[in-house]
């Protein structure tokens, strides 16, 4: 079982930047990957980005040159830096962590507002 904790939402003016964290917790032994995804009212979850334990990244091309996603492997901490916000990137995001063997966990997810 794995635990996951996010944090750094809120609201931000178009342009601003936010910072989300989220740490697992639990049997992290086999934690292959990590990332973010997000899904806006009334429209299905979509990725944002992931990056392995090894650093291999992986970005939706909507946020690529805005976010940047990154790893803190001894304390099982993932980041997503977010710049240049735009009122298009208000979502829930969630932070995802995939296992050895394919097992998938999620967050409960961060409100993320950008006004215009």
Same mark, same amino acid.
């Given at each position: 079982?794995? !635990?996951?904790?996010? *944090?750094?939402?809120?609201? @931000?003016?178009?342009?601003? *930047?936010?910072?989300? *964290?989220?740490?697992?917790? %639990?049997?992290? $032994? %086999?934690?292959?990957?990590? %990332? /973010?995804?997000?899904? +806006?009212?009334?429209?299905?979850?979509?990725?944002?980005?992931?990056?392995?334990?090894?650093?291999?990244?992986?970005?939706?091309?909507? =946020?690529?040159?805005? $976010?940047?996603?990154?790893?803190?492997?001894?304390?099982?901490? @993932? !980041?997503?830096?977010?710049?240049?916000?735009?009122?298009?990137?208000? +979502? =829930?995001?969630?932070?995802? +962590?995939?296992? &050895?063997?394919?097992?998938? !966990? /999620?967050?409960?997810? &961060?409100? =993320? &507002? =950008?006004? *215009?």
């Amino acid at each position: 079982q794995i !635990y996951l904790v996010e *944090s750094g939402g809120g609201l @931000v003016q178009a342009g601003g *930047s936010l910072r989300l *964290s989220c740490a697992a917790s %639990g049997n992290t $032994f %086999g934690l292959n990957r990590m %990332g /973010w995804f997000r899904q +806006a009212p009334g429209k299905q979850r979509d990725l944002v980005a992931t990056i392995s334990r090894t650093y291999s990244t992986n970005y939706a091309d909507s =946020v690529k040159g805005r $976010f940047t996603i990154s790893i803190n492997n001894a304390k099982n901490i @993932v !980041y997503l830096l977010s710049n240049s916000l735009k009122p298009e990137d208000t +979502a =829930v995001y969630y932070c995802n +962590a995939e296992l &050895t063997g394919g097992f998938s !966990y /999620w967050g409960q997810g &961060t409100q =993320v &507002t =950008v006004s *215009s």
